[in-house]
Every structure is written in C-alpha cells, then in structure tokens.
C-alpha cells in the first residue's frame, strides 16, 4: 500500500508540474500579447484557456482517487491538500492569462504609446508575475522554505505599481481623452497582473505548509533515533 500510494503522490505532482509550465506560458504568452498588441498570440492564449482547465478537472480527480483509495494520513495527507490548493490557484492564474489576452484581443488601439507604458511601468510588473511564478516552482521542486518565504516579498512590488498606475492613467486621460476607453480596460490588466500576484502568493504558502509538516516529521523522527 505504500509503495502505491507513494507512486501516486509522485504522478500526482507530475501532473501539477506540468499545468505549472502550462500556467506559466500563458501568462508569458498573455503579457507578450498585451505588450505589443499582438491579436494572433492572444488568440492563443485564449484556445489553450481550455487545457489549463481540463488540467485542473484531471487534477481534482486524481486528489479524490488518492484520498478515496489510500485515505493518506500525516505528511501524505499534508501534500495532497497542497496540491489540490496549488491546482486551484493555477486555476486560476489561467483565468487571468485569458483576461490579459483578452484586453489584447479587443483593443481597437494601433499601438501602445510606449511612454506611457513606461510609465505605467507595465513590462517590470509582467516579469515579476512570471518570476514570482518561477521561484514558487523552484520551491517546491527544491522544497525550500527560503525559496518560498522569498515570494512573499516580491508581491509588495506588484502591489506597488498596481497602487500608481490608477493615477498615471488618470492623468494620461485627462490629456487624451479620446483614450479614455482604452485606459479603463488597462487597468483591468494591471489589476488581474495584482490578483496573480495574490495567488501565487498563495501557492508559496501552501509549499510552505508542507515543507514545514515534513520537516517537523523528520525532526521527530531523528529525535527518537536520538532516544533509542
């Protein structure tokens, strides 16, 4: 029995691992798109919405099997909720790459003015997302508690230029009012890139949550080791 459930726990986080990468290139794929206003990548972006989402049903499934079949108790039951957590969230941030895409897909601008872009400080706050995404991936992978602590920090820059771009683009209309439109659904983006921000966030905790059980477990265990 342990030896099953222990190759399901490891196909299980394969599975995660790989709507991981998925998640990712999608918002990469997203934050392109927007950037260069690129119709096509977005449309993408939007097709594929559909895999992440079958991911994340399989997913569901598989945490149901392995409680149902194995009832997991300890640090097993500790990495399977984890999991079933983290599939959620990169739920998620799927749907957030789709918006993103969308505001692409919908834009009636010719082009971005790259001033105000600038600004607005759009590309850094795309980067952090993906690089906040990659560190939390390494952490749990490397099973880093540093790793995944360090996450935490990296959300208050998102935050951050979320919190100025609202008057930046308040200003931006009140010289080109014709943009209007185009500026209320900007800040749609920004706001999705702050929410993604949120749920990775969440993701570093939850790593956090097992790591912490497992390294509680083996202190324990070296402890009794230590007794005998």
Same mark, same amino acid.
């Given at each position: 029995?342990?030896?099953?459930?222990?190759?399901?726990?490891?196909?299980?986080?394969?599975?995660?691992?790989?709507?991981?990468?998925?998640?990712?290139?999608?918002?990469?794929?997203?934050?392109?798109?927007?950037?260069?206003?690129?119709?096509?990548?977005?449309?993408?972006?939007?097709?594929?919405?559909?895999?992440?989402?079958?991911?994340?049903?399989?997913?569901?499934?598989?945490?149901?099997?392995?409680?149902?079949?194995?009832?997991?108790?300890?640090?097993?039951? /500790? %990495?399977? #909720?984890?999991?079933?957590?983290?599939?959620?969230? +990169? &739920? $998620?941030? =799927? @749907?957030?790459?789709?918006? *993103? !895409?969308?505001?692409?897909?919908?834009?009636?601008?010719?082009?971005?003015?790259?001033?105000?872009?600038?600004?607005?400080?759009?590309?850094?706050?795309?980067?952090?997302?993906?690089?906040?995404?990659?560190?939390?991936?390494?952490?749990?992978?490397?099973?880093?508690?540093?790793?995944?602590?360090?996450?935490?920090?990296?959300?208050?820059?998102?935050?951050?230029?979320?919190?100025?771009?609202?008057?930046?683009?308040?200003?931006?209309?009140?010289?080109?009012?014709?943009?209007? /439109? %185009?500026? #209320?659904?900007?800040?749609?983006?920004?706001?999705? +890139? &702050? $929410?993604? =921000? @949120?749920?990775?966030?969440? *993701? !570093?905790?939850?790593?956090?949550?097992?790591?912490?059980?497992?390294?509680?477990?083996?202190?324990?265990?070296?402890?009794?080791?230590?007794?005998?």
């Amino acid at each position: 029995m342990v030896k099953f459930i222990e190759s399901e726990l490891l196909l299980l986080k394969k599975e995660i691992d790989e709507m991981w990468i998925l998640v990712y290139n999608q918002l990469d794929r997203a934050g392109e798109a927007v950037l260069t206003l690129d119709k096509e990548l977005a449309q993408q972006v939007a097709v594929r919405d559909r895999r992440v989402n079958a991911f994340e049903l399989k997913n569901d499934s598989d945490v149901e099997d392995i409680i149902a079949l194995y009832n997991p108790v300890g640090i097993d039951l /500790r %990495f399977v #909720l984890a999991m079933l957590k983290i599939n959620a969230n +990169l &739920e $998620r941030l =799927g @749907d957030f790459a789709e918006g *993103i !895409a969308r505001f692409a897909i919908q834009c009636k601008e010719p082009a971005l003015d790259s001033q105000l872009i600038a600004d607005l400080r759009l590309g850094e706050m795309i980067r952090e997302v993906l690089s906040m995404l990659e560190l939390a991936k390494r952490a749990l992978q490397e099973e880093s508690i540093d790793l995944a602590t360090s996450v935490f920090a990296k959300d208050n820059l998102l935050d951050e230029i979320n919190a100025d771009a609202a008057g930046i683009l308040a200003d931006y209309i009140g010289q080109h009012p014709e943009s209007a /439109r %185009f500026c #209320l659904d900007l800040i749609s983006v920004f706001r999705k +890139l &702050e $929410r993604s =921000g @949120d749920h990775i966030t969440n *993701i !570093a905790e939850e790593i956090v949550f097992f790591i912490d059980a497992k390294v509680l477990k083996h202190n324990h265990g070296a402890e009794q080791k230590s007794e005998k």
